[in-house]
Structures are given as structure tokens and as C-alpha cells.
């Protein structure tokens, strides 16, 4: 099962300049089938613009998560803890096998009544192409 991920442009950028090995969550899929993430890139860019697979997820308090992962972190320690502030869970899915599109997808031209999910939402049966 596919997901699409909404994130901001620069980290976007960080991924696929291989620096953000890792995109973090404050909360994860509930369906244990999703193996594919759809990357929407946000305003003002607003199109699928890549895809990875996913690797481990890891789960852990901020601080142990951060000491694991913060060289492939991709962002730096301030906006990492401002984005788990109060939060005592932290996630971070792997990113393997990174594919950018060759031309990005509009997802308001490809899906029908398509809004920007505030965190992430199920692809399930959808069919994207250029």
C-alpha cells in the first residue's frame, strides 16, 4: 500500500539531495501494509514530486531518537525539537530506494476532490501518471 506524505519543500530538497535519510513523524500508519511513500511536495510547490520505499521505523522519547539518526538527519537539532516539542514519542521512517519523478504529478489533475493531507494519506487503488 501506498501513502502520500506532505512535506514542506526544503526538506524535500534534503531528500532528494540524499542528506535526509530519514522523514520524521509525530505519529505513523496505523496499517502495517504501507511500503511506498508518495512525497507531495507543500506550498508552494503543491505536486508529487518522488517516491521511496520504506525502510525501518523507528520509535523512540525525541532526545534518544535524535542521537540515533541526527547525522542523517537532514535538518538541524532546533527544528527537529521545536517539531517534538512536548510530544514523548518520536518516529522516523527510513528512506531506501528514493525515486524522483522525471516530471511532477499535479494530484489535483490526477485525483478527483484531492486535498493536501495535513500529515499523510492512504493511496490505496490510486493510480498516478504523468
Not at 25 to 32: D, W
Not at 47 to 65: M, T
Amino acid at each position: 500500500m501506498d501513502v502520500l506524505l506532505s512535506i514542506k519543500p526544503r526538506y524535500v530538497k534534503s531528500i532528494i539531495d540524499g542528506e535526509k535519510r530519514y522523514e520524521f513523524r509525530k505519529k505513523v500508519f496505523r496499517n502495517p501494509s504501507v511500503s511506498r511513500v508518495l512525497i507531495y511536495s507543500s506550498s508552494p510547490v503543491k505536486k508529487i514530486v518522488a517516491s521511496f520505499e520504506v525502510g525501518k521505523i523507528l520509535e523512540d522519547r525525541p532526545a534518544d531518537l535524535w542521537e540515533n539518526v541526527k547525522d542523517y538527519a537532514g535538518i538541524d537539532d532546533r527544528d527537529f525539537f521545536d517539531y517534538f516539542a512536548g510530544k514523548s514519542r518520536a518516529f522516523a521512517i527510513e528512506i531506501q530506494d528514493l525515486q524522483e519523478l522525471p516530471e511532477p504529478i499535479d494530484p489535483r489533475e490526477a485525483i478527483p476532490g484531492f486535498v493536501p493531507p495535513q500529515s499523510y494519506c492512504y493511496m490505496d487503488g490510486v493510480k498516478l501518471e504523468n
